[in-house]
Nanobody
Framework: QVQLVESGGGLVQAGGSLRLSCAAS????????MGWYRQAPAKQRELVAI???????NYVDSVKGRFTISGDNVKNTVYLQMNSLKPEDTAVYYC????????WGKGTLVTVSS
């Protein structure tokens, strides 16, 4: 089983920045890619960014140029640097493998005020 713990969320004004962290433990050796996902109120969970074990990244169009996903293989941690935040980025952010598996963490809440 895999355990995921997200942290770093909070309340920030529009235009501000936050850095999210995701600590992974357990049976992670077979994971080839990690993703950050988010779920806004009354909306479905969506994929935001992906990073492969080789370091390749990809982003949903709405965050391109503002968010950066990175990883530390030694610490088994994935990060999401979020800049120029907008109110529409408000959501609970989760990390998971990509494609996702049934081992979601509790997520971390990001609230962007206008």
């Amino acid at each position: 089983q895999v355990q995921l713990v997200e942290s770093g969320g909070g309340l920030v004004q529009a235009g501000g920045s936050l850095r999210l962290s995701c600590a992974a433990s357990g049976s992670i050796s077979r994971i080839n890619a990690m993703g950050w996902y988010r779920q806004a109120p009354a909306k479905q969970r969506e994929l935001v960014a992906i990073i492969t074990v080789g370091g390749s990244t990809n982003y949903v169009d709405s965050v391109k140029g503002r968010f950066t996903i990175s990883g530390d293989n030694v610490k088994n941690t994935v990060y999401l640097q979020m800049n120029s935040l907008k109110p529409e980025d408000t959501a609970v952010y989760y990390c998971n493998s990509y494609p996702y598996r049934n081992y979601w963490g509790k997520g971390t809440l990001v609230t962007v005020s206008s």
